[in-house]
């Protein structure tokens, strides 16, 4: 059972968690509420993953973590030590390790707005006060960053953000609030906590969408190519083509900010300054980017706090990184990496964790050795996998995009991320995400309410789905029975 679904049989009534574990027993639920993609055929090997002439086990843990020293500077420039690395069980179990280390006791965590919901549990659980900052399309915004750090009753214990298409809204943050970000850690001395969990990063290069340069020629010459080349129509509006986004990118230059917006049902929106989206109606397309615009600003926004860090000379932030390929390429096998200064990562070492002990700390190894030798043989595969995995939840997100173009979704509003595995959805007005969660589960479909991803406030109008989750088909009938229950909560309102 995916970690959405344990979030809301927590959440639910008895009988709907008793919905959810049927429908789960019997294949028969399709979940739109966890946080992993599946788009990819990789199988690290069962054998214990050791390279030839070299011993399984435990050397697969040194043998992993010297390949990711070596990714991460080609993509960065940044050499890093042995003893700034430490490999986890999970993703999850990264992010409870890093909290309990740098949040023992309970503290205070500045989040983004909304916030990754499995982080907010598990901060939750750990009795810590996750404060939330506000948020744009480009990021925190840095007023509220330094308002919230002066108000947390003390220096916040850290800082959690996803930057890179961020769980749930799929922002990329901008390259001005990642440098704020960094100023305000070097200033107040607060570590930033980065989950890239969402993203390739280890196939990244500078100044590229985090999937390597097979995926820009996948997208130049396979599935959606024609988004480049020709003007097309996705949920209402126009994408615009190879000149349109070359324009863009001039008026960009010239000081302009467009931002890239969906009206589903062609239904008109009216901008809302303050709030992440900034829809537009089907009716007209001024004041959006289009698809190839939004996927070019994301390349140009994918470069690292660290390397940015190195960049700007500010040394002083201090930045502890949580990266994995479990939720976007590698979902049957769970393990994470952490990434810090070498007196962090020792304060790391020193926590318990599930990985600590030696049966736990045998399978870790064991998954990292199967995962190096996959990725270490031949060279090249993991860039092509992970360019395999984009171009599929590309074509995902757009036959997403396609079917809430349902008469029942008029009203709604979605942001094309232009890459990431979720879409972040606003609903018709007057319709409850937890409500529609209910008939949802009815029909056979789960997706998360927004009311999870927030840490104050909560709004009850956005629900996240996982588009990644599935293949074309599956996600077809999944969506068909979301917009079935939509259909008849809306009738059942009206009556």
Known sequence: MDTGLELLKRRLPPAFAREIEEGVREGNLISLAGPKGNGSN??????GGAQAGEPAGRSGAGTLRDWLAS????????????QQWLLAESADGALDLLLRALV?????????TPAAPE??????????????????????????????????????????????????????????RKLALLEFSERLGVPI??????????????????????????????????VKDNPTRVSGIEVQGAQQAANEEKREADGESQKEHTAIGEVHVQENSGDLFKAVGAEGTEGTEGAAG????????????????????????????????????????????????????????????????????????????RLHAWLAQPPGRERAAAAEAAAAYAARRALALELLQ?????????????????????????????????????????????????????DDHYIRLTVA???????????????????????????
């Not at 660290?306 to 939720?327: H, K, M, P, T």
């Not at 979605?414 to 595995?421: H, Q, T």
């Not at 909560?489 to 009556?495: L, P």
């Open 71 to 82: 990714a991460y500077e080609e993509a960065e420039g940044i050499r890093t030590d042995p």
């Open 406 to 458: 349902a008469p029942a979704w008029r009203g709604a509003c979605v942001e094309d991320p232009g890459g990431g595995l979720f879409l972040w959805l606003r609903l018709p007005a007057g319709v409850s995400s937890e409500a529609l969660l209910r008939a949802s589960l009815l029909e056979g479909t789960a997706f998360l309410p927004g009311t999870l991803c927030y840490a104050k406030e909560p």
């Open 119 to 176: 982080a907010l549990e598990l901060m939750r659980r750990r009795g810590i006060r996750a404060v939330p900052v506000a948020c744009d399309r480009d990021g925190m915004l840095p007023d509220d960053l330094r308002r919230k750090g002066k108000a947390a009753g003390g220096r916040p214990a850290l800082v959690y953000v996803t930057p890179f298409y961020s769980n749930p809204s799929g922002r990329v943050w901008s390259r001005q």
């Open 294 to 369: 939004t996927e070019r600003r994301a390349r140009g926004n994918m470069t690292s706090l660290f390397a940015l860090r190195q960049q700007a000379g500010l040394q002083g932030a201090e930045i502890v990184s949580l990266g994995s390929l479990e939720r976007t390429l590698t979902p049957q096998l769970p393990l994470a990496w952490l990434r810090g200064e070498a007196k962090t990562m020792e304060r790391l070492r020193r926590v318990p964790s599930l990985s600590s002990s030696s049966a736990a700390g045998a399978a870790v190894a064991v998954r990292a050795g």
């Open 104 to 112: 023992p006791g309970g503290g205070t965590v500045l989040v983004e």
């Open 42 to 47: 990789v199988r690290p090997g069962a054998d």
């Open 193 to 226: 906590a980065v989950d890239e969990t969402a993203s390739l990063v280890p196939f990244a290069e500078e100044g590229k969408a985090g999937f390597g340069k097979e995926l820009e020629n996948l997208i130049e010459s396979g599935p959606g190519s024609q």
């Open 469 to 495: 989750a599935h293949e074309p088909a599956r996600l077809r009938e999944g969506l068909a029975r979301l917009t079935a229950a939509l259909a008849e909560f809306t009738v059942r309102s009206a009556d």
